[in-house]
Structure formats: structure tokens, C-alpha cells
């Protein structure tokens, strides 16, 4: 993953091969290991969380996602970021690891630290994190610019971004469910470009193909993408 990774850095606009069986469910309450990884492990190959690294995840709800991926990966430091504290607290991420504790032989080594922000920055340490990932966040933003401002903060040196969205052909279309507006590919690749982020690549995963998921037609009218960026 680290070498393909390399071959596309400072290319421009370059569409990565989408994983074969990318998923998008978002619910935690998988029921086996192998679950886990059929709907989530290529996007866990994608943010690639190596052991010491440091990793921001900011609107992350209750952090589901990266206690699912603590399956697979070992020390690796989790910041678990929302806006909401009912969600960011240490109950609910002990909550999803005692869930996902019970699909790996070995205790999770992974640690995890609550972090509630605001809409006007994610109140993270600074220069202390080698990838920040926002999945499924960026389009609920109400301060876009302050927010990456913090982020671009936060990282350190050349570390990434890693954001998951919605894009659409055109920008200023709502997400059919928050009626949040979203962003085409461009659009979005060029104001992440203006806040001191050079753009990597992207994987671009293809609703239409899951022929086995209820997909709907609004759903069909974006496309799921996950943008790779580093800090200038």
C-alpha cells in the first residue's frame, strides 16, 4: 500500500483504482471478525494505520470505526474527535471496544483519547499527528476554512489528510439524508489545495457496482471518494 502510495504523490487529479469490495455501511455492530473486514477492510488498507502512529479522527462520532479497525492494526494512537460530547466520551469508544474486543485473540493495543472541539476548530494538539482522517464530516462543517486551518495545525510535518465524502457533479447538491450540501471532486480537491495541502490522489468507489446492496437512486448521484492529501 506504501509503494503504491508513493508512485502517485505530487501527480495531479490521478483517480486511484477503487478496492474491489469497498464497502459503505457505517453501522458498528458487526457480528464477526470476518464481517468487519468484508465491509471495512479495504477502506482500512486505503488509511494504511501503521504501529506509533498518531491519528486524529475528527467528527468521529463515538469512534466506532477506528475501534473496528483495532481488529487489525496494533499502537496506534487514536484521537476520537467530535463536536459532540455525547458521543466523544470515554463510555461510548469502552463501550465499541468491549464490542469489537471479542473478534481478535489478543487485547486491542490501540489506545484511545475523547477529544470535543467546536465548529470553530477541532482542539487538537498541534504538530503532534502523522494522519488526520475526516470521514464523512467535511460537508457538516459550518467554519470549513477554521476547521482545516486546526487540522493543518495539528499535523505534523508532511503528515496526510485522509477525507472520505460524498462528491458530486456539481457542487452545491444536498446529501440526500443531513440536506447538507456537498462538493464535486474539483471543487473539493482545490479549497483543501488553498489551506497549505498538496493533493496526493484519490480512490473513487463506484455505488452502482454493489450488486447484492439496496442502493438508492439518490444515492446514485454521488459517488464515494476518499482524497489523500499532504501537509505543505
Known amino acids: 500500500m506504501k509503494k503504491y502510495l508513493l508512485l502517485v504523490i505530487g501527480l495531479a487529479l490521478v483517480a486511484c483504482r477503487a478496492p474491489k469490495n469497498a464497502n459503505l455501511e457505517t453501522d458498528f455492530d458487526y457480528h464477526s ?49 467530535d463536536i459532540d460530547r455525547e458521543l466523544a466520551n470515554s463510555a461510548k469508544i469502552n463501550r465499541n471496544r468491549k464490542h469489537y474486543q471479542q473478534f481478535r485473540p489478543d487485547s486491542i493495543s490501540n489506545q484511545f483519547f475523547p477529544i470535543v472541539g467546536d465548529k470553530f476548530s477541532a482542539k487538537l494538539p498541534q504538530n503532534f499527528f502523522d494522519k488526520v482522517l475526516l470521514r464523512i464530516s467535511l460537508h457538516h462543517f459550518s467554519q470549513t476554512k477554521k476547521m482545516l486551518q486546526s487540522i493543518h495545525q495539528a499535523l505534523k510535518s508532511q503528515g496526510l489528510l485522509m477525507i472520505a465524502e460524498n462528491v458530486v457533479k456539481r457542487s452545491g447538491i444536498k446529501e440526500p439524508y443531513c440536506k447538507e450540501k456537498l462538493w464535486s471532486a474539483l471543487d473539493l480537491i482545490q479549497m483543501i489545495k488553498q489551506q497549505k495541502f498538496t493533493y496526493v490522489c484519490r480512490y473513487d468507489i463506484d455505488l452502482a457496482r454493489f450488486k447484492n446492496r439496496k442502493i438508492t437512486k439518490k444515492q446514485l448521484k454521488y459517488l464515494y471518494t476518499i482524497f489523500i492529501f499532504k501537509k505543505k
Open 33 to 81: 471478525r470476518d464481517a468487519v473486514w468484508e465491509n471495512l477492510g479495504d477502506e482500512f488498507e486505503i488509511y494504511n494505520f501503521q504501529k506509533g502512529e498518531a491519528v486524529a479522527s475528527v467528527g468521529a462520532g463515538d469512534g466506532w470505526f477506528e475501534v473496528a479497525n483495532s481488529i487489525f492494526t496494533d499502537s496506534v494512537v487514536f484521537y476520537i474527535q
